[in-house]
């Protein structure tokens, strides 16, 4: 079986500078999302504008539709166990997440779709399927590959929290914004009261209100039109199994279009989650 797909953005105004266990499983979905963090260290100048503009700190909508991350490190660990992943990652907002990882003989390509996910491992030459509702319950997190988008470059706009992923600002203050989701689910972004930037986004479950996913932003890099978190330490707060990504970042481009490739051998295991 193999998935061969063509994406290409449909605007072009942001040019290249803008541009076998379940756990293990969550872990390389996890790394897609690391690897959408890669960002370039080639700074620019801000714009005056953007200061102005970010005075409302909940109004950031950055236009960003696609993006491609050729290369990253990625540091994860799952329990007790850890492993560095050379990677690459490609994101068309409004369809697919789609990335790929070695280390030494290790493989992975996997890619996430509006509703589902497919990782294959040819190492072990196994096939993990599923639903992204599986990741969702994992996580609290709706996993999409807007959602993604959103995650990773820090975005805290009203109009789509609200609108696209059914959160309710519940409360609100220069340095915290808390969003009620489904389920009563609870997002909390923490800010820095000086800059508006986001430091942390954590997601609590709906009972205890205990953790179960949430991700550090420690430091930004500002672009023509933007400022966009460059480091990030990212865990998901199992009970057994707990699992963190710590991502060094390289270069991103925006709006290049890409072919996504994926293929399953025919003898390989299939497994849907």
Not at 9 to 31: C, D, E, K, N, R
Not at 163 to 188: D, H, P, V
Request: net charge neutral; hydrophobic share 40%; with cysteine.
């Amino acid at each position: 079986m193999i998935e061969k797909t063509y994406f290409k953005p449909q605007h072009t105004q942001i040019q290249t500078l803008y541009l076998g266990s379940p756990f293990w499983v969550m872990a390389l979905l996890l790394i897609s999302f690391g690897m959408n963090a890669c960002r370039s260290h080639k700074k620019a100048p801000a714009s005056a504008s953007f200061e102005t503009e970010e005075a409302i700190f909940y109004s950031t909508c950055y236009p960003i539709e696609s993006l491609w991350a050729p290369s990253c490190k990625l540091e994860i660990s799952v329990g007790k166990q850890s492993l560095s992943l050379n990677g690459s990652i490609y994101i068309q907002s409004d369809s697919i997440c789609y990335f790929s990882g070695k280390w030494l003989l290790f493989e992975i390509r996997g890619a996430i779709y509006r509703d589902s996910f497919i990782v294959v491992n040819y190492l072990e030459r196994v096939c993990y399927k599923g639903k992204n509702d599986y990741l969702q319950r994992m996580t609290s997190y709706p996993v999409n590959p807007e959602s993604l988008m959103m995650l990773f470059t820090a975005d805290r706009c009203e109009d789509v929290w609200r609108n696209k992923f059914n959160f309710n600002i519940t409360a609100g203050s220069n340095n915290r914004i808390m969003m009620q989701g489904e389920n009563r689910s609870l997002l909390e972004m923490n800010l820095n009261t000086k800059n508006r930037m986001v430091q942390e986004m954590v997601m609590y479950n709906n009972q205890q209100r205990q953790p179960t996913f949430s991700v550090v932003y420690s430091g930004y890099d500002p672009f023509p039109q933007f400022v966009l978190p460059s480091v990030f330490d990212i865990s998901a707060h199992l009970e057994e199994n707990p699992i963190r990504i710590k991502a060094s970042f390289r270069e991103i481009l925006f709006n290049q279009p890409q072919q996504v490739f994926i293929s399953v051998p025919s003898k390989y295991e299939v497994l849907t989650l």
